[in-house]
């Protein structure tokens, strides 16, 4: 596999330089034909090239094995992701809050000022041009935050689904696991979709999330990488 994928970006590489090259001499031979008219394309020598000869017999490779595996099914049916796309909605929604606030109470500040009947004092601009500034900056950063927690807990889910996936084909035999979209029409018996979210709940029911107020880049670059599983809230019963 890994020499036929070579081949393939060897094949590439060549079709790229051979069309850059056409692409920059398309200009002169343009211009050339031009400059002569009607003149026919000249006859150019043919150099010859080294003779390759038949290659000996080699190893044929092993009768394909087919696995099909539907990562949307198995990350719908995730109990991992469903606990995170709760906690996720929950901070999603606190931070809306905490916006919609901010915003309701610089439209009452606007408001005092226009009822003052004077024109805002440049001091009065300048501090409400830093707070909107600084507003930007902390909910631009807290927006930030969630998204980043939510790529952190998704990258464990599809690590250990790899796992899974590779450890799934090696004992059914499997030697080529395609994505359900890569194939236009499968027999169901191929889909080991089922088999991976099950062993997927197994091993992985909970993923590490950080906290509400820590920051993914500040972890990473203590690199105290944390090892305790991400636990729901305890919303009281609700």
């Known amino acids: 596999m890994r020499s036929s994928i070579m081949a393939r970006t060897g094949h590439a590489r060549l079709r790229g330089a051979l069309c850059g ?6 200009p002169a031979l343009a211009m050339a034909q031009d400059a002569g008219g009607q003149q026919q394309n000249p006859i150019l020598p043919m150099p010859p ?36 796309q709760t906690e996720l909605g929950n901070r999603r929604e606190a931070l809306v809050k905490d916006v919609r606030a901010e915003d309701t109470q610089l439209q009452a500040l ?34 930030r935050i969630l998204e980043e927690d ?18 799934i084909a090696a004992a059914r035999g499997m030697n ?36 509400p107020t820590e920051d993914p880049e500040e972890i990473a670059k203590s690199g105290k990488y944390p090892v305790m599983p991400f636990q729901p809230a305890d919303n009281g019963g609700e």
């Open 21 to 26: 090259l056409a692409i920059a001499l398309t």
């Open 49 to 84: 090239v080294p003779e390759f000869k038949p290659l000996p017999a080699g190893t044929k490779p092993a009768a394909p094995v087919i696995g099909i595996f539907n990562t949307q099914q198995i990350m719908a049916q995730s109990t991992a992701v469903q606990k995170l």
């Open 110 to 143: 606007r408001q005092s000022i226009i009822k003052a009947g004077k024109a805002p004092t440049p001091e009065q601009q300048q501090d409400l041009q830093k707070r909107v500034m600084a507003d930007r900056t902390k909910f631009g950063n807290r927006n």
């Open 150 to 167: 939510a790529q952190v807990a998704l990258n464990q889910v599809q690590r250990e689904m790899q796992q899974v996936v590779s450890a």
């Open 176 to 211: 080529l696991v395609l994505q359900a979209g890569t194939a236009a029409l499968h027999d169901n018996s191929l889909d080991i979709s089922d088999q991976v979210v099950t062993y997927l709940n197994q091993v992985l029911p909970t993923v590490y999330l950080p906290g």
